[in-house]
């Protein structure tokens, strides 16, 4: 098993930034991928960007390119997630997710979640 603790949300005015931490323990060594997701009220979970454990390869959803940026510290088990230029639209919910063996961006494909963290955008 897999636990994954969130940190890092939070009320935060339209052009501002904070960063996300998630913060893997357990069988963490069995990672694939983390990535994170988010669901605003009244829609679906979506993808926002993942990174691949080993060589550090990520992928960001077209929405977020060039303002978010996902990483990773491997020593302390970590995923980062620093959200800059924030806008009302990225709030949601943030959710940490890994998978075992899976280079996906779809959510079904993911073994272990956190339990989220609110981001509130205001205007």
């Known amino acids: 098993q897999v636990q994954l603790v969130e940190s890092g949300g939070g009320l935060v005015q339209t052009g501002g930034s904070l960063r996300l931490s998630c913060a893997a323990s357990?069988?963490?060594?069995?990672?694939?991928?983390m990535g994170w997701f988010r669901q605003a009220p009244g829609k679906e979970r979506e993808f926002v960007a993942i990174?691949?454990?080993?060589?550090?390869?990520?992928i960001h959803a077209d929405s977020v390119k060039g303002r978010f940026t996902i990483s990773r510290d491997s020593a302390k088990n970590t995923v980062y997630l620093q959200m800059n230029s924030l806008k009302p639209e990225d709030t949601a919910v943030y959710y940490c997710?890994?998978?075992?063996?899976?280079?996906?961006?779809?959510?079904?494909?993911?073994?272990?979640w956190g339990q989220g963290t609110q981001v509130t955008v205001s205007s």
């Open positions: 997710a890994a998978a075992r063996s899976s280079w996906s961006i779809e959510a079904g494909e993911y073994d272990y």
């Open positions: 357990g069988r963490s060594f069995s990672i694939y991928t």
């Open positions: 990174i691949r454990w080993s060589s550090g390869s990520t």
